[in-house]
């Protein structure tokens, strides 16, 4: 038995004073009840919130906030030396400042301190506290040294405000301390810490009136599979969402857009200073060259005017042609129907792109699956194959591929 409590992965969880700290309450269920070594280090600001009993209870570990409970097993150090991860959730304004000056005034700001796993911080406050420059500046020292800062989302805070500032869906920040501990090890090291990547997912619609429209089949998964998979390797994330109904990635700024021209706006404007830019979303190639402000409507018997159509921007092709700093890396996606492969080849020589990721799609293939499988072409000639499997495995492949091409 005590071999087997060994194995389990240890999360420290640091819980702060802040309205969200009752979050904290599932988001360690999450972790005790998938197998995770799970201990709370609360602050004495975040007892006010939810008691000492509860987190012990579900943690089957008892609680402490200062460095003098149990002074021989020297907590202070011992808990920081032994984690496998550190998540600090919810992360309030006080404690990124304290852990972005060294701060050390209780037991989870000590642990902060001698912790060499890879540490989260998912932070919840009010909008103006988020946004302001101290604030800002003590995100950008910890992301600089390597820890992850989830970015908040944006919904209903407390009393009647409304903005950014909300603590994450505790699922997505469950599913990034997955993805860390599977990714932050020695062997594998959070290799896009300190990285800009940048990633549109989904499909794109072109209106025709104001009820139909052009459009595709993606989900939107495997872009945010992408996401994902760079968020848990240390990357700070821009995900352009176009039209996707899938739950924003934990540790992930999510810009939603409609259009190809909306999509194109939204990925120039964030790739001015990311280092990888990856162009998973199904673009619309063509959009109807005319608007119709009304609804159309049948004409009697008569057939319906035909519609014409024009070309869209090539936003690929303009990612790769005009890149806004020296050594920026461009992926593009080729979802072919038939001779993938050659058809990848022909398109990724035409994009000028560094990587084209090629699967074959159909009503039933790729388009809303789970899984995926693909072939990873690279300028350099290069051909990497990815078996049929979950979308998280290709992700995971693409940034491989794309560390090894940072200058």
């Given at each position: 038995?005590?071999?087997?409590?060994?194995?389990?992965?240890?999360?420290?969880?640091?819980?702060?004073?802040?309205?969200?700290?009752?979050?904290?309450?599932?988001?360690?269920?999450?972790?005790?009840?998938?197998?995770?070594?799970?201990?709370?280090?609360?602050?004495?600001?975040?007892?006010?919130?939810?008691?000492?009993?509860?987190?012990?209870?579900?943690?089957?570990?008892?609680?402490?906030?200062?460095?003098?409970?149990?002074?021989?097993?020297?907590?202070?150090?011992?808990?920081?030396?032994?984690?496998?991860?550190?998540?600090?959730?919810?992360?309030?304004?006080?404690?990124?400042?304290?852990?972005?000056?060294?701060?050390?005034?209780?037991?989870?700001?000590?642990?902060?301190?001698?912790?060499?796993?890879?540490?989260?911080?998912?932070?919840?406050?009010?909008?103006?506290?988020?946004?302001?420059?101290?604030?800002?500046?003590?995100?950008?020292?910890?992301?600089?040294?390597?820890?992850?800062?989830?970015?908040?989302?944006?919904?209903?805070?407390?009393?009647?405000?409304?903005?950014?500032?909300?603590?994450?869906?505790?699922?997505?920040?469950?599913?990034?301390?997955?993805?860390?501990?599977?990714?932050?090890?020695?062997?594998?090291?959070?290799?896009?810490?300190?990285?800009?990547?940048?990633?549109?997912?989904?499909?794109?619609?072109?209106?025709?009136?104001?009820?139909?429209?052009?459009?595709?089949?993606?989900?939107?998964k495997q872009g945010y599979a992408l996401a994902r998979t760079a968020a848990a390797r240390g990357a700070r994330v821009t995900l352009v969402a176009a039209n996707t109904a899938l739950p924003?990635?934990?540790?992930?700024?999510?810009?939603?857009?409609?259009?190809?021209?909306?999509?194109?706006?939204?990925?120039?404007?964030?790739?001015?200073?990311?280092?990888?830019?990856?162009?998973?979303?199904?673009?619309?190639?063509?959009?109807?060259?005319?608007?119709?402000?009304?609804?159309?409507?049948?004409?009697?018997?008569?057939?319906?005017?035909?519609?014409?159509?024009?070309?869209?921007?090539?936003?690929?092709?303009?990612?790769?042609?005009?890149?806004?700093?020296?050594?920026?890396?461009?992926?593009?996606?080729?979802?072919?129907?038939?001779?993938?492969?050659?058809?990848?080849?022909?398109?990724?020589?035409?994009?000028?792109?560094?990587?084209?990721?090629?699967?074959?799609?159909?009503?039933?293939?790729?388009?809303?699956?789970?899984?995926?499988?693909?072939?990873?072409?690279?300028?350099?000639?290069?051909?990497?194959?990815?078996?049929?499997?979950?979308?998280?495995?290709?992700?995971?492949?693409?940034?491989?591929?794309?560390?090894?091409?940072?200058?």
């Amino acid at each position: 038995m005590e071999q087997r409590q060994q194995d389990r992965p240890r999360v420290v969880l640091g819980v702060t004073g802040g309205i969200a700290a009752y979050k904290a309450c599932e988001l360690l269920r999450r972790l005790t009840e998938s197998g995770h070594d799970a201990r709370v280090v609360p602050t004495e600001s975040a007892l006010h919130f939810v008691g000492a009993a509860t987190f012990a209870a579900l943690s089957g570990k008892p609680v402490a906030t200062d460095v003098w409970e149990s002074v021989h097993e020297v907590p202070h150090v011992r808990i920081g030396q032994e984690a496998d991860l550190v998540v600090v959730a919810p992360a309030t304004a006080d404690i990124v400042a304290k852990a972005a000056h060294g701060l050390a005034d209780d037991l989870l700001t000590n642990t902060l301190l001698t912790a060499r796993c890879p540490v989260i911080f998912a932070p919840a406050m009010h909008t103006e506290m988020w946004e302001h420059p101290a604030t800002q500046e003590n995100v950008a020292t910890l992301r600089r040294r390597g820890s992850l800062v989830v970015e908040p989302a944006v919904g209903r805070l407390t009393g009647t405000d409304t903005g950014k500032g909300r603590f994450p869906d505790p699922e997505r920040v469950f599913e990034l301390c997955r993805r860390v501990l599977t990714r932050g090890s020695a062997e594998v090291p959070a290799d896009l810490a300190g990285r800009h990547v940048v990633i549109s997912a989904g499909g794109t619609r072109e209106p025709l009136d104001p009820v139909r429209f052009l459009g595709n089949r993606s989900s939107g998964k495997q872009g945010y599979a992408l996401a994902r998979t760079a968020a848990a390797r240390g990357a700070r994330v821009t995900l352009v969402a176009a039209n996707t109904a899938l739950p924003d990635p934990a540790g992930v700024d999510v810009v939603p857009v409609e259009t190809a021209a909306q999509l194109r706006e939204a990925v120039v404007k964030a790739a001015g200073d990311a280092d990888a830019v990856v162009m998973a979303a199904a673009v619309a190639d063509f959009r109807p060259a005319v608007y119709a402000a009304g609804k159309i409507k049948k004409q009697g018997g008569a057939e319906p005017e035909p519609v014409a159509l024009v070309q869209n921007p090539d936003i690929l092709a303009e990612l790769s042609t005009d890149r806004p700093r020296a050594g920026q890396i461009v992926v593009g996606f080729a979802a072919e129907t038939e001779d993938a492969l050659a058809n990848g080849r022909t398109k990724l020589a035409r994009k000028r792109c560094d990587l084209l990721v090629v699967n074959e799609v159909g009503e039933h293939r790729t388009f809303g699956a789970e899984d995926n499988e693909a072939v990873v072409l690279g300028a350099d000639g290069s051909e990497t194959p990815v078996p049929y499997g979950p979308k998280e495995v290709l992700s995971d492949t693409v940034w491989d591929l794309v560390a090894l091409r940072f200058p």
